[in-house]
């Protein structure tokens, strides 16, 4: 099944909700599910605080207080050098790009 959200004054597809376990390959602002978000920046170590917004989550500074919340992130084409997680199997390199990508 697909799912799809208004990002960016476009319809952009999301790709299925990965387990808090799994972290994003790439830093920057994801969707996250309650009690987190609905939108958190991951820096690569830590989520940072949540927040309504994209543009906000992009400049949130303070750690998230749930770094276990599961998330996701925007489809994009496929990339040659791809991760599969462990616990949801989803490529997030390969298909998993950041809400403050979009564009």
Do not use: N
Not at 43 to 50: I, K, N, P, S, Y
């Amino acid at each position: 099944m697909k799912f799809s959200l208004w990002v960016a004054g476009s319809r952009r597809e999301v790709t299925p909700w990965v387990a808090g376990a799994d972290k994003p390959a790439r830093a920057g602002v994801y969707q996250r599910s309650f009690p987190a978000g609905p939108y958190s920046r991951w820096d690569a170590v830590q989520w940072r605080q949540d927040e309504a917004e994209v543009a906000t989550a992009a400049s949130g500074t303070k750690p998230s207080a749930y770094q276990a919340a599961s998330w996701r992130g925007l489809v994009e084409s496929p990339r040659p050098q791809g991760r599969s997680d462990s616990t949801s199997g989803i490529d997030t390199r390969r298909v998993c790009a950041p809400f403050d990508d979009a564009s």
